[in-house]
């Protein structure tokens, strides 16, 4: 039997370059070697996203993407979280072998309060249980399809971990495996995206490359990266500079070599830099955008896809909930 692999993506943004290759192009990339269950985490986005048009919106617009990107939803199970009642009884059961320190020590959290310390306000101002207890449905959304793998982001390693944890406890309760231990899979080639001023690429940073402007915008966007003032005379270093760090995501060596020769022989100004980046990028990203705007136009067509990853989930879903519950005595 093939190995398991399972994520969730939280649609709480428009997508991104850095998206793209830091979680997209990965996740696809291990539909090859594993059965592959990918979800829309909506349920996750509510915690922060108390907007219902901007919501909706946004969970159309992550699993257009995916799917435009090259997902194949006759190969992959892909499901938004929130048509699988079965999680959340799940998550009903694994609180009850969730200590509470282990949720103090989230980084997320922790993150928050420290912030909320900084600010001089109450240590648990505009923090909801969703996000104390965030970990908790994350756990559910893996152990639920006995996930093998989660190819996540280094960001979120603590969450796998936590999700290992709790499926110990249960295990160790029951004398049994009753829940399969998840392992993480951090793609450390793609990690780091820079983003237009040299930080990684992060809505939080707003220097992101957005996956399906119009070509017009994608080319403004590229023309604003920031550059340092080295005159269009003087000799470059590609290695110090976004532009080539970007190149280097959409080619092969052959152009990155020729494009390295020209930084390091002078003559070329950041502007003739960038026209090239948006070049190659723009080369790779309009089929995926011709794709993204056919399967927008369609949305119930869209609506459709998502059901039937979900009609297929479900059965396995269910069948870990009763399995659990038979070792809890709740049968
Ligand atoms: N927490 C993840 C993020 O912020 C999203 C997510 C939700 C997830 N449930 C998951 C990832 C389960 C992997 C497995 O991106």
Request: glycine share 6%.
């Amino acid at each position: 039997m093939r190995k398991i692999s399972l994520t969730g993506i939280k649609p709480t943004g428009s997508l991104h370059i850095g998206n793209y290759f830091g979680a997209i192009k990965p996740a696809l990339e291990l539909t090859k070697e594993y059965d592959a269950r990918y979800f829309i985490a909506d349920y996750h986005a509510l915690n922060t996203m108390k907007d219902p048009k901007e919501l909706n919106a946004t969970i159309r617009h992550v699993a257009a993407g995916w799917l435009a990107a090259g997902l194949d939803p006759e190969k992959v199970i892909f499901y938004r979280q929130s048509a699988i009642p079965e999680i959340f009884e799940l998550t009903a059961m694994l609180m009850a072998f969730t200590a509470k320190g282990l949720m103090n020590r989230a980084h997320a959290y922790k993150a928050a309060v420290q912030e909320n310390g900084e600010k001089g306000d109450d240590t648990d101002a505009g923090i909801n249980m969703g996000l104390y207890t965030y970990p908790v449905l994350m756990a559910a959304d893996i152990i639920i399809f006995d996930s093998d793998v989660v190819p996540v982001g280094k960001d979120q390693v603590q969450h796998i971990e936590m999700a290992q944890d709790i499926a110990q406890s249960v295990n160790a309760n029951y004398g049994k495996q009753v829940l399969k231990i998840p392992q993480p899979a951090v793609q450390e080639d793609f990690a780091v995206v820079p983003g237009m001023d040299g930080r990684k690429m992060s809505k939080s940073y707003g220097n992101t490359i957005p996956l399906f402007a119009p070509e017009k915008t994608l080319q403004k966007t590229i023309m604003r990266i920031v550059t340092n003032s080295q005159s269009v005379e003087e000799p470059k270093n590609p290695d110090e500079s976004q532009i080539f760090q970007l190149y280097k995501l959409f080619t092969q060596s052959g152009e990155q070599d020729a494009f390295a020769k020209r930084y390091r022989a002078g003559g070329m100004g950041w502007g003739d830099a960038k026209e090239e980046l948006f070049r190659v990028v723009n080369r790779e990203l309009s089929p995926i955008r011709e794709r993204y705007d056919a399967i927008m136009a369609d949305i119930p067509a869209l609506d459709k896809i998502l059901e039937q990853g979900a009609e297929r989930a479900r059965p396995i879903a269910a069948a870990t909930v009763k399995r659990f519950r038979k070792a809890a005595g709740i049968d």
